[in-house]
């Protein structure tokens, strides 16, 4: 058994993965304001980002879907790991040693399986990539010389060689301590009559990498045509490698992708290193399957796919009929994005790579420059089938490409490519076409669900709103409340949640305990809090503050004064209804305490009124 990593090294390891960093690779942060940052959430489907990241505090919340943590459990959610192979993950990246508290130190065999297949594969690129030198190698240098590509280049990618014998990669883990089990588990094996035999055999290899830059799996071609086997050959699924969310060369694309705003889609592996070495490094190709769904995913956090986005999504395909095709495809999928999306076809055939070889960088530049949008591709792909120089095939190619017209979300773009379609087809009668687009659109628009419920009183209750920003001062701020916070009492909040937050900040020792906040103060109130309250401190940890720091004081003054006078109120309501009940005559003790009692609530709400007009 591994045992118990140690409470100092996951305290370690939180210290030196600055959160910021971490989710950085992942998704496009942009600066929120208040020393909070925002993004697109990697958890749920989204238009607006709602993912937020406070880097002083440590923790992440997203507003969207409500879910909230640390550093590991970011990592722990998006790689599904558990809390063990979350921080050994973490710590690795850091260069931390960690030790365990039942038996010390556990060497690399006792880690966890998602780490053990990590080690596996950066061992077999390592192996692969030094096989590139061996004199067999030689087809496989031919292949990328033939192809514009020199040795460093294949240095830069990782490019290898798998030698053509049974056993070379197998024989050369399991020396490095790896079982066959987990040869096979990771695809880098598979069974054979007497045991475990290499997956790729004389082939060129590319090492495939998740966005963090570890190598999750490989692609490799063949390089006798003669021999039997497809042309390439992939990792199969496994704990690391799910190829419908696998994009190749976006470790290396990712930051250029972010900064550009802009993401080149193309075929092969060739293709990405053409691109990336002409002076396109925002390319990047799905692997052994069509881009998806999962595909766009990925790429909206990193282009921060949002509403008034001035990015662009880029698909190459060959300009033959199995190009159009994917095109099509890939148009069905268009409107997930908010990005614009074109296509760059090249006239002749060419993909990227042969591009390259055959006209220079600069050509390479150029197809990707010449893109169209791919709504106007994908209608001109369908009208390009018939023959528009009769009434009869023009009639047909308006009813084939109406659909697509009609399926455009934007009512305005929805109009202009109405108009070209017209222009297009050649009918010179744009009332003609557009009534057509629309007959179509009214059969094919999606019936409209209803909002997401959400609570009436924190959108309107201006004392539900008030107390929920004092709370938040008390787990970000917890000094400009001290003791006067700690002495309001759980009975000024109404909601069952803020009272439950008021008294787990007491049982932490309360505001006058919290000092100036920080990650440390939110620790104490997550390591006291319950299941359910510990999302409500992440969200508010995480949430902006809406002050200048120059007045934050009499904001928490102020906050403070409104809470106690909305609290005060409302005793004096629930004190005029008791006395409203209370028969003068039948009990006149009882009526001139409550009478009493009525006076001071309101000499207090008149002094905590008087106290916020001269703050």
């Known amino acids: 058994m591994a045992g118990r990593i140690s409470d100092e090294d996951i305290a370690l390891v939180r210290e030196r993965s600055p959160i910021a960093d971490i989710v950085g690779e992942h998704i496009q942060l942009r600066n929120a304001g208040g020393g909070n940052l925002k993004g697109l959430c990697p958890f749920h489907e989204e238009k607006s980002p709602s993912f937020n990241v406070t880097p002083a505090r440590g923790y992440w919340y997203c507003f969207g879907c409500t879910e909230g943590g640390d550093v590991i459990t970011f990592v722990r959610r998006l790689e599904h790991l558990s809390f063990g192979e979350a921080v050994e993950r973490l710590a690795g990246r850091a260069g931390i040693q960690l030790r365990y508290e039942q038996g010390g130190y556990v060497p690399g065999r006792e880690q966890g399986e998602r780490s053990r297949l990590i080690e596996a594969h950066r061992a077999a690129a390592e192996f692969y990539a030094a096989k590139l030198a061996a004199p067999e190698a030689a087809p496989g240098r031919r292949f990328l010389s033939e192809r514009g590509f020199e040795r460093v280049d294949a240095e830069r990618f990782g490019v290898g060689y798998a030698p053509a014998e049974w056993e070379a990669l197998t024989r050369h883990l399991m020396g490095r ?205 369908v009208i390009s089938r018939y023959d528009v120089s009769t009434n009869e095939g023009r009639l047909s190619a308006l009813d084939a490409a109406a659909p697509i017209v009609a399926g455009i979300k934007d009512r305005a773009l929805r109009q202009l490519y109405g108009v070209d379609l017209d222009r297009w087809l050649g009918f010179n009668n744009e ?95 997550l390591s006291v809090a319950g299941e359910g309250l510990r999302g409500m401190v ?33 005793a004096i309501d629930q004190m005029r209804s008791r006395l409203e009940r209370t028969d003068p005559a039948g009990g006149p003790e009882e009526y001139r305490r409550l009478f009493a009692e009525l006076n001071e609530l309101e000499r207090r709400r008149r002094v905590l009124k008087e106290r916020a007009a001269g703050s």
């Open 177 to 381: 301590g790896f079982t066959a089990a987990e040869l096979v588990k990771g695809g880098l094996a598979k069974e054979g009559r007497r045991g475990p035999i290499d997956r790729f055999r004389g082939r060129l290899v590319w090492p495939i990498r998740d966005i963090t830059g570890d190598v999750i799996g490989f692609g490799a071609r063949k390089l006798n045509e003669a021999e039997d086997g497809p042309k390439y050959l992939n990792t199969p699924e496994s704990p690391l490698y799910k190829k419908s969310e696998v994009l190749y060369g976006v470790d290396l694309a990712k930051r250029e992708i972010s900064k550009r705003s802009q993401a080149v889609i193309v075929e092969g592996y060739t293709d990405v290193m053409a691109c990336h070495l002409a002076g396109v490094p925002t390319a990047v190709a799905t692997c052994g399957t069509a881009f998806g769904a999962e595909h766009i995913k990925v790429l909206r956090r990193l282009l921060l796919d949002q509403a008034g986005s001035q990015g662009e999504v880029v698909f190459t395909f060959d300009g033959d009929a199995a190009g159009q095709k994917a095109a099509l495809r890939a148009f069905a999928d268009e409107q997930k994005f908010v990005t614009q999306t074109y296509v760059a076809v090249q006239p002749a055939g060419l993909d990227p790579c042969d591009l390259r070889v055959r006209h220079g960088d600069a050509a390479v530049r150029d197809l990707v420059a010449s893109r169209e949008p791919l709504f106007a591709f994908a209608i001109r792909s």
């Open 431 to 525: 009332r003609f076409v557009m009534d057509r687009i629309a007959e179509i659109s009214a059969t094919a628009q999606p019936r409209q669900g209803k909002p997401a419920p959400r609570r009436v009183a924190e959108l309107t209750d201006p004392g539900v709103r008030t107390e929920a920003e004092v709370l938040k001062l008390a787990v970000q701020r917890p000094a400009l409340l001290g003791s006067r916070f700690d002495a309001i009492g759980p009975e000024a909040f109404t909601l069952p949640e803020h009272v439950a937050l008021y008294k787990l900040v007491a049982e932490a020792g309360g505001a006058g305990a919290g000092g100036e906040g920080g990650r440390a103060w939110v620790d104490r109130l």
């Open 538 to 570: 992440t969200r508010l940890a995480v949430e902006e503050l809406r002050v200048d720091p120059a007045t934050e004081e009499r904001y928490a003054a102020d906050l403070l004064a409104a809470l106690e006078t909305i609290s005060v109120s409302r």
